[in-house]
């Protein structure tokens, strides 16, 4: 069984730009989750999707950040405008109705 | 404010003796505890859950046990091998009744492991 996937591995933009963030979950699984890892910091919840529905978006920063789920498959979260503090690790995860499953992260740096 | 708390940076221990990592928490609204392990350009892997209603539970060489009085629960691996280097996080969560079975995990900052052989 494949396990969750994120696209692409590594990402340096400028201050200013875009950047959008793929996460393919497990199979089957309604929910999934968005999570930031700042540098010297603990790991941060940002979103939670059940199916195509956003159910906790508490953790989102500010509105330059967009998560979406079309079709309840996959999901992207954009960065628009990325500033420097938004340089971090994003990690998506999945689950069904118990443990979370991550993927690898996406690093994006902000230069 | 950190909610959870894993106030040992690092740990270093020798193959084949035990391993204890600790975490403290603040919040009483927390009904479930997990451990996860992560290797180096990888997601954290879930490793072992505790929920709030029991004291201990155990999965071969992986027991955590939970002291809801301190807020307090340790992972104990035993015995080490030097596989088990990694960073391990301490997480835990609350079913938010306005969310249905959101289940957003809240982080310590993590313990780096070093089994030596």
């Known amino acids: 069984e494949a396990g969750v996937t994120q696209f692409p591995s590594h990402s340096v933009i400028e201050k200013g730009q875009t950047v959008t963030l793929r996460c393919d979950p497990i199979?089957?699984?309604?929910?999934l989750y968005w999570y930031r890892r700042v540098m010297g910091k603990e790991i941060k919840f940002l979103l939670h999707?059940?199916?195509?529905?956003?159910?906790?978006e508490s953790g989102m920063p500010n509105n330059r950040f967009l998560a979406e789920r079309t079709g309840g498959t996959y999901s992207t979260l954009k960065v628009q405008p990325a500033e420097l503090e938004d340089s971090g690790v994003y990690f998506c995860?999945?689950?069904?109705?118990?443990?979370?499953?991550f993927g690898p992260g996406t690093r994006l740096t902000v230069t | 404010d950190q909610q959870v708390k894993q106030n040992s940076p690092s740990l270093s221990v020798q193959e084949g003796r035990i391993s204890i990592l600790n975490c403290d928490y603040t919040?009483?609204?927390?009904?479930?505890f997990l451990w996860y392990k992560k290797y180096p350009a990888e997601g954290p892997t879930f490793l072992i859950s505790?929920?709030?209603i029991k004291d201990k539970n155990e999965d071969g060489r992986f027991t955590v046990f939970l002291n809801k009085s301190a807020k307090h629960l340790s992972l104990h691996i035993v015995p080490s091998q030097p596989g088990d280097s990694a960073v391990y996080f301490c997480?835990?969560?609350?079913?938010?009744?306005?969310?249905?079975?959101?289940?957003?995990?809240?982080w310590g900052l993590g313990t780096s492991l070093a089994v030596n052989p």
């Open positions: 999707f059940v199916k195509e529905s956003k159910q906790d």
């Open positions: 995860a999945s689950s069904h109705a118990g443990e979370q499953y």
């Open positions: 997480a835990a969560s609350e079913v938010s009744s306005n969310a249905g079975n959101n289940r957003k995990l809240i």
């Open positions: 919040n009483s609204m927390f009904d479930y």
């Open positions: 505790i929920s709030s």
């Open positions: 199979s089957g699984h309604d929910n």
